[in-house]
């Protein structure tokens, strides 16, 4: 199975209202080179439902892979790409008994020590963060810094993501310090040109990881 996408981008209706959510991935997803986590925690299986067949049909015909936070259950009915576990969810391997060879399965973690013990159980990829300073990742406690990042890549065989303030300029950092790639969240959804944000990361991460 080839490596995932360079860039993950994460979905919060709640920065922007759900219309400009879309709106902004309709804009994103041909740029292509990027996945999606679909992070609507709010909302019932119902409206999720109907949010992710939304972003699949903006999704599917330019082959962007779409995961669902947290929901094996939607992973199936909808056919996406694969799941997005919370760091206190269930385990990576329970997700794989569940879904099966198919699908991928990240992992959020603050610790190399978690990222190691996701790898262990069976995920795909893991999301380490927060890096940097950022509001929304302030519940998840201080920026960890760029050595947690050197950390976990020493210790783990699978891509480790950086997440959590991060820039353009910052994706050098965290790619130099052996990031597989950088997962965005407001730098994205409330840049005034989000396609031009996308091709500013686009560039930044083709210097580490040529597609």
């Known amino acids: 199975m080839s490596p995932p996408p360079p860039l993950y981008v ?3 209706r709640l920065l922007t209202g759900e219309d400009r959510c879309l709106r902004v991935l309709e804009d994103i997803i041909p740029e292509r080179g990027m996945m999606i986590q679909i992070r609507e925690k709010d909302l019932s299986a119902r409206e999720l439902l109907r949010f992710v067949d939304a972003v699949h049909q903006l999704a599917r015909p330019f082959r962007v ?3 669902i936070n947290d ?4 992973v199936l009915a909808t056919k996406a790409a694969g ?4 760091a206190d969810s269930m385990p990576a391997k329970e997700a794989r008994k569940v879904l099966g060879n198919g699908y991928l399965i990240g992992k ?4 190399a020590e978690e990222a190691l013990q996701s790898e262990q159980d069976g995920a795909d990829f893991v999301v380490l963060g927060p890096v940097y300073e950022t509001p929304s990742k302030q519940p998840y406690g201080p920026p960890l810094g ?3 990042i050197r950390e976990a890549v020493r210790l783990c065989t699978i891509p480790v993501y950086a997440i959590g303030g991060l820039t353009p300029v910052r994706v050098e ?3 130099a310090a052996g990031a597989a790639g950088a997962a965005v969240i407001s730098s994205i959804f409330q840049a005034a040109s989000p396609r031009e944000a996308v091709t500013r990361y686009a560039a930044q991460l083709h210097k580490w990881r040529p597609q």
Request: aromatic share 4%.
């Open 83 to 86: 799941v997005h576990l919370r």
């Open 108 to 111: 959020s973690v603050h610790a």
């Open 10 to 12: 994460v979905t919060d």
């Open 71 to 74: 929901r094996v259950d939607l």
């Open 173 to 175: 950092h965290v790619m």
């Open 146 to 148: 760029l050595d947690v």
């Open 65 to 67: 892979p779409c995961f």
